[in-house]
């Protein structure tokens, strides 16, 4: 387990930490400024994605391919037998471990400069831990042996990847017939994360024509699936306590077709 001075100078990971974990933390200091969706995202993408689910799917597991800290595999147990966090940051796996073993974990919040808050992250008693299990691993290239789900989420992961279009068009082939896979991300491409080139939108095309990432995940995806759902979803995450990020995320709910769906 990492250090705890290592961890109080991880700021990208105590900011997610707070995003996942620190929701009355979060409108102690906001609620004032901002509307009370943008502290709930973790917990309101997590009722999207088990509501959406179709009891017609008999398989029970559920992938959160780049799941950060952990916040939505544990709320996801509440409704399927086995689930598995994956993710290519081992500082995110290491807190994910530490959650699913003590329930607990200490979070340092940046308050200002070099001075912070300490805050523990818990997983209430009711969320069943054990049917969690983490992997340190690449969105890109998923163990051979992971199977199929009935439940796939993807949060914020596509604009941070080097190749997002690979990722995407493997996700119809994780997900088991009459599945779901849940997509939420503001498409915040960058090129310090993603080459230009990789972007799925945000720039024009030879023809001159605007290219949009929601209007690419769905060509990509409607082969093999058929969209049901989309939603916006607000979020935010504390840089510091008086600096903070606001995004809006599209949720994308893609239902998987059958064999015959599909036309094979």
């Known amino acids: 387990m990492e250090s705890l001075y290592t961890r109080k100078h991880m700021a990208w990971l105590n900011q997610y930490a707070g995003m996942h974990y620190g929701e009355r933390y979060l409108q102690e200091r906001w609620?004032?400024?901002?509307?009370?969706?943008?502290?709930?995202?973790?917990?309101?993408?997590?009722?999207?994605?088990?509501?959406?689910?179709?009891?017609?799917?008999?398989?029970?597991?559920?992938?959160?391919?780049?799941?950060?800290?952990?916040?939505?595999?544990?709320?996801?147990?509440?409704?399927?037998?086995?689930?598995?966090?994956?993710?290519?940051?081992?500082?995110?796996?290491?807190?994910?471990?530490?959650?699913?073993?003590?329930?607990?974990?200490?979070?340092?919040?940046?308050?200002?400069?070099?001075?912070?808050?300490?805050?523990?992250?818990e997983i209430p008693d009711s969320m069943d831990r054990s049917r969690c299990s983490f992997i340190l691993g690449d969105a890109h290239a998923l163990p051979s042996d992971i199977g199929k789900f009935g439940c796939v989420v993807v949060s914020c992961l596509l604009d941070r990847l080097e190749n997002p279009m690979k990722m995407l068009k493997s996700l119809p082939d994780l997900v088991d017939d009459k599945g779901i896979c849940v997509v939420s991300d503001p498409y915040t491409f960058l090129e310090a994360f993603t080459p230009k080139e990789n972007w799925l939108g945000g720039y024009l095309n030879k023809d001159g024509k605007e290219v949009k990432a929601s209007n690419t995940m769905k060509q990509v995806m409607s082969d093999k699936m058929e969209l049901i759902q989309i939603e916006e979803m607000p979020f935010m995450i504390q840089d510091q306590a008086r600096v903070c990020q606001l995004a809006v995320s599209e949720v994308q709910v893609w239902k998987k077709k059958t064999c015959i769906e599909q036309g094979n």
């Open 31 to 121: 609620s004032k400024f901002l509307p009370t969706e943008f502290f709930k995202y973790v917990a309101q993408l997590s009722k999207l994605s088990i509501h959406a689910f179709d009891e017609a799917c008999t398989n029970k597991r559920a992938l959160d391919l780049g799941c950060n800290v952990g916040g939505v595999t544990f709320n996801l147990a509440a409704k399927f037998d086995e689930v598995i966090g994956l993710d290519c940051s081992e500082g995110f796996i290491e807190v994910c471990e530490e959650l699913k073993e003590n329930g607990k974990a200490t979070i340092y919040p940046c308050e200002e400069g070099d001075l912070d808050t300490e805050m523990m992250a």
